[in-house]
């Protein structure tokens, strides 16, 4: 699956980012800290097992069944569930390029918070964010994964530039549902240190260091949705 991304370096200064933003679509109170509801935890949980029985030793053939857990109207990072099915679907080595998460189980699940929305058009959602680790089958471990789940009706959820999704589910079972951003984000400081020598003798040229300091700016745009005004730099 390729991943279009766009680079911006400026020196000194800050690059600002212009984006719409997509949206859960409902209303309501937000709990903080749950406590770890029994309950709550006992039905995550058991979303969580059916995912891991998904994988333990084989994927699924076709995304359509690789993204089945993905609610129809998924937005995560600019990545919507047609985008994974399509490009799953596209690549002859989908299988075999994740095949480092066959055989993977999730632990150490906590709930972070938990939302019980009314959507526009009177149906309801309830919304979980959890962390979990995930144990790979060779050893290696993803820690802290966060995640948002929907349970109940998805109706009002908006996608990339604000377009409401136009085939909401509504299911008693949990479904991933994604951070809602239609874009990812990262920034990066580089210092730089640099030596400059003769190719054919190895001797230090004059100067024979030379320091830089950058701030990178890294910004995955799938959904080809994101601007970004440069701001000039002093000097």
């Known amino acids: 699956m390729r991943i279009d991304t766009k680079r ?4 000194g200064v800050c690059t600002a980012l212009v984006a719409c933003g997509g949206g859960g679509g409902g209303t309501g109170d937000m709990t903080v800290d749950p406590g770890q509801n029994a309950a709550l935890v006992a039905e995550v949980s058991a979303f969580i097992a059916r995912l891991d029985a998904d994988r333990a030793t084989a994927l699924p053939s076709s995304g359509a069944a690789m993204y089945a857990h993905h ?7 600019g990545w919507t569930k047609a985008a994974f099915v399509a490009g799953f679907d596209a690549d002859p080595q989908a299988v075999d390029g994740r ?4 055989g993977s189980t999730r632990h150490n699940l906590v709930v972070l918070a938990q939302r019980t ?3 526009g058009d009177g149906s309801s959602r309830h919304e979980v964010d959890v962390q979990y680790d995930i144990h790979h089958a060779d050893g290696t471990v993803n820690v802290a994964n966060r995640e948002t789940l929907i349970h109940g009706s998805s109706a009002g959820s908006t996608l990339l530039n604000g377009a409401p999704c136009a085939t909401p589910e509504s299911r008693a079972e949990w479904r991933f549902h994604g951070n809602r951003r239609v874009v990812r984000v990262s ?4 210092n730089v240190r640099t030596e400059y020598h003769a190719l054919d003798t190895g001797a230090s040229l004059s100067p024979g260091v030379g320091y830089s300091r950058y701030i990178g700016l890294l910004v995955s745009d799938p959904g080809r949705v994101a601007t970004m005004p ?5 000097g």
């Open 8 to 11: 911006l370096w400026t020196v």
């Open 71 to 77: 609610d129809a109207c998924y937005l995560n990072d």
């Open 99 to 102: 095949g480092y998460l066959i």
């Open 117 to 119: 929305l009314t959507n």
């Open 187 to 190: 920034v990066h400081a580089r």
């Open 230 to 234: 440069p701001c000039p730099a002093p």
